[in-house]
């Protein structure tokens, strides 16, 4: 599976962005997608995901300000993005896993100013 992200940009604290992952595969047919980013000097961390029979999931710090969707008709993970903080600066990737296998976008930069 290929993945290509887009929608990163800068932006003032408390506006938003909606990031796009267009997948090469159907992206209702991909068991596990996620959101992930990767701020300077830390961790990968999950930032939201929808599962097959596992539903959506959130980071704590995320919650009631970012939503996750697939769209069906333009074949991308959507991850919505409101509210945004200085904290939310970092580098976001998606992912799609399949059983044992992980696949990796390019990443796309969101940088959030005070």
């Known amino acids: 599976v290929q993945l290509q992200a887009s929608g990163g940009g800068l932006v003032q604290a408390g506006e938003s962005l909606r990031l796009s992952c267009v997948a090469s595969a159907s992206i209702h047919t991909i068991p596990v997608v996620a959101w992930y980013r990767q701020a300077p000097g830390k961790q990968r961390e999950l930032v939201a995901s929808?599962?097959?029979?596992?539903?959506?999931d959130y980071a704590d710090s995320v919650k009631g300000r970012f939503t996750i969707s697939r769209d069906s008709v333009k074949n991308t993970l959507d991850l919505q993005m409101n509210n945004l903080r200085p904290e939310d600066t970092a580098l976001y990737y998606c992912d799609a896993q399949r059983g044992n296998l992980n696949f990796w976008g390019q990443g796309t930069l969101v940088t959030v100013s005070s």
């Open positions: 929808i599962g097959h029979g596992i539903g959506i």
